[in-house]
């Protein structure tokens, strides 16, 4: 774990609303009137003025806005109504109005400070920084031992990346306080954004000086020339760390990261060892050291051994851990080994409450194992727990129409359409996906209607020109269209011996039979051959195309392969087409 530095936006929380307090000791409860004011329009002023801000005290800001509006009717030189006016219309976000009242006050009343911090506020709000700015910097003039106000500076000018006029800033206030360390770590981090790292490690060293027990510091200079590949002077300062502080958490996190880089794994793995094993560090902790190998590819591909026994041993050490079993389901995922990873994932959802991203890869492997079942069942669940998750809605509608519960994956697609949050990749998604499942109920109207939506946004979308030219060419409609649009699929890809056995079957249906059988071969020497619905068409074709013989040996050899079509018996039987 490293230390961050300066927080910024602890900063701009500060610039933003640091002056709360400030602003509540001075609130106007009886404001200055002039004395060009007669005596009873200055009482009926004052008056007004306190019932305004009675009703902005019970959250009556409209009428409390009304009311110092009438005030400045009755006296309209009253920089205490124009300041509250301005705070009003900032609350209801009505930035322009805001800074042109804010400023009102600010000149009719330039010395009082918290109208300019009021409206250097509403500039940075507004990202006007420029203007904050000049009045920050005309702030500083008269109250320079208020260190608030470089602070905002500093920030300002981080904000507009001129990060030397920042250091300036905080090389001001170090100055007048001393050295700090939220201050130091900024400057450090300015340092680097301008590529000065001398200065970056010299604010470290600084630090190192003023507190040289505090272990920490060496472990920030150790990671600075670790990522500057300066090893040993990296070892120093670990070194240093350890003898100040041997069982440092810190520390041992960080040189697991400084051994990585080194390249040097067995001692990563031996200190990754000792991080599972010491009971005092988070479980938390230790899954971020995972974390890191699981997502690094080359460290995984090359000691996935050692991850694998690391991982055991952290499931092993907590075993009532979930992330201990969805790390390994993950290392599984990656090492390919799908149905062990199944397993694990089925346990998580089992036995822990399992989030979206779990179930999502326990349905993702029932649909890659192309195991329905499955998939019908724990889909059911998953929408149960997550109703508002479309991609549940659609692996269900899947699993509906692949089991041939046509109406249920209409209904549950059409559900699932409505999460999907205006989310186009998936509406289309659902759209192919109604377009199979109305197809597959003998709907073509509708299954043609979300087919030609997917179309029209996806035209070259080679799963949907597939299925629906092919859908087409069985019911023996559009066949020249579906000819044109399933052509797109093999120049596309013409190695892929689904959508050649396609394009072959339209041309069969378009009695071009001599074109079908040279398609319909390629699409057996590109891997149909193992396919019996592919041999079958193999069959027809040669029929055709005038070789009855050798169809009647691949109508056979479908039947052979487990093709129980009546058509293809009746086709034997009789030895020829109907």
């Known amino acids: 774990m490293r230390i961050k530095g300066f927080v910024w936006a602890v900063v701009l929380l500060s610039l933003l609303f640091g002056s709360c307090a400030g602003n509540k000791k001075i609130t106007h409860t009886q404001p200055e009137a002039k004395k060009s004011l007669n005596k009873a329009d200055e009482q009926k002023y004052y008056y007004v003025f306190l019932e305004a801000n009675r009703k902005k005290v019970l959250g009556d800001i409209n009428g409390a806005l009304a009311l110092y509006y009438q005030c400045l009717e009755l006296h309209p030189n009253s920089d205490a109504s124009m300041s509250e006016i301005a705070k009003i219309n900032e609350i209801t976000q009505n930035y322009d109005v805001a800074i042109k009242y804010a400023k009102n006050a600010v000149e009719l009343n330039s010395e009082n400070k918290w109208y300019q911090l009021n409206l250097a506020k509403l500039y940075i709000i507004t990202k006007d920084y420029e203007n904050a700015i000049v009045i920050y ?8 031992d208020n260190i608030e106000i470089p602070y905002n500076l500093a920030v300002l000018y981080n904000q507009m990346k001129e990060y030397k006029k920042a250091i300036e800033f905080y090389d001001y206030i170090e100055n007048k306080k001393g050295v700090n360390e939220n201050l130091t770590m900024a400057k450090q981090q300015l340092y680097l954004k301008i590529g000065n790292k001398t200065k970056a490690y010299n604010e470290i060293n600084k630090l190192i000086k003023h507190y040289p027990n505090d272990s920490r510091y060496y472990g920030i200079l150790a990671e600075m020339y670790t990522n500057d590949n300066l090893f040993l002077k990296a070892e120093e300062n670990y070194k240093k760390l350890f003898e100040l502080d041997s069982t440092s958490q810190l520390g041992q996190f960080s040189i697991i990261d400084f051994y990585r880089k080194k390249m040097d794994y067995d001692n990563a793995f031996v200190t990754i060892d000792k991080v599972i094993n010491n009971k005092e560090i988070a479980f938390e902790q230790k899954v971020l050291i995972f974390v890191s190998l699981l997502n690094n590819r080359s460290e995984f591909e090359i000691y996935n051994l050692q991850i694998e026994e690391k991982l055991l041993k952290l499931k092993q050490l907590y075993p009532n851990e979930k992330d201990s079993y969805t790390l390994y389901a993950d290392f599984l995922i990656k090492k390919n080994k799908i149905k062990d990873a199944q397993l694990v994932i089925e346990h998580i959802v089992d036995n822990y409450s399992g989030n979206v991203v779990v179930w999502e890869q326990l349905l993702s492997i029932y649909s890659f194992e192309n ?7 724990r889909s059911k669940t998953a929408i149960d727990s997550f109703p508002e998750h479309a991609m549940f809605y659609l692996f269900r509608g899947i699993a509906s129409n692949r089991l041939d519960k046509h109406e249920e994956a209409i209904s549950v697609l059409k559900k699932g359409l409505k999460q999907t949050d205006n989310n186009p990749k998936l509406e289309l998604d659902f759209y192919t996906n109604l377009g199979d499942a109305y197809n597959s109920n003998g709907n073509y109207k509708q299954s043609d209607y979300y087919f030609q939506l997917v179309l029209k946004q996806q035209p070259n979308n080679l799963y949907v020109i597939n299925n629906y030219s092919y859908y087409l060419s069985l019911r023996e409609e559009k066949l020249e269209y579906a000819e044109s649009i399933s052509r797109k699929t ?12 396609t394009y072959a079957w339209i041309l069969f249906k378009l009695e071009r039979y ?18 019996n619905v592919v041999v079958e068409h193999y ?7 005038g070789n009855k013989e050798k169809a009647l040996e691949m109508w056979k050899l479908s039947k052979e392969m487990g093709n129980t079509s009546k058509d293809l018996i009746k086709k034997i039987e009789i030895k020829s087409l109907k």
């Open 137 to 144: 910097k005309n702030l500083l003039k008269k109250y320079e």
């Open 371 to 377: 195991n329905m079942d499955d998939l019908y069942l």
């Open 490 to 501: 093999v120049e596309a890809e013409p190695d892929n011996n689904t959508y050649l056995d």
């Open 514 to 531: 001599q074109d079908a059988l040279y398609y319909i071969k390629k699409a057996i020497e590109k891997g149909g051959v193992d396919s």
């Open 539 to 545: 069959g027809d074709i040669l029929f055709k195309a």
